[in-house]
């Protein structure tokens, strides 16, 4: 089971106590850079999409 850092923030937002709970997986550094480079992956091409060339 994977475990998780957490932060969890509440505030008042029209009148009204809002909880948001971030939850972050807590990856050795190998794991967060084979995450980043999946995710650069999948992002490049939606902002090559999106990005005028000059």
């Not at 009204?16 to 650069?40: D, G, K, M, W, Y």
């Amino acid at each position: 089971m994977n475990q998780y850092e957490v932060e969890t923030k509440t505030v008042f937002f029209q009148g009204r106590s809002v909880t948001v709970t971030n939850r972050t997986p807590i990856l050795s550094a190998q794991q967060r850079e084979q995450r980043r480079r999946e995710i650069e992956s999948q992002l490049y091409p939606v902002v090559k999409k999106y990005v005028k060339t000059a």
